[in-house]
């Protein structure tokens, strides 16, 4: 569990640290770049699709492990906005709450105490 929560801890810091370049390079106009990689059918835009897919994925889960209430789909919404960012940081929180369990960080509390 250690090593997971230092790899949680370097992905946030590595994908903060490249966004702040990317945005510094290009502006924060991250669709102007994207988009028209997504238009020309490539494998950079199909990059970017599967990428997108993973991100509506992570967010309905976020909802799901908190059965849809307000705060969950807020916490959907962040994590399927801010990518890695969010989800490292969810997750290490997740995993103090739970003690390390893996089971109740998956399924979240109202499930495994139900």
Known sequence: MTFFKFLLIALCFIILAYTAL???????NLFATT???VLAFGWPGQFHVDFVTYLLLSGIWVA???EFSISGVILGVLASQL???????????AINKANGDMHEVLMGPARVNS
């Open 35 to 37: 988009l028209p990689s």
């Open 22 to 28: 990317a945005v510094a390079n290009d502006g924060p």
């Open 83 to 93: 990518g890695m960012i969010f989800l490292s940081i969810y997750l290490l929180i």
């Open 64 to 66: 799901w492990r908190h």
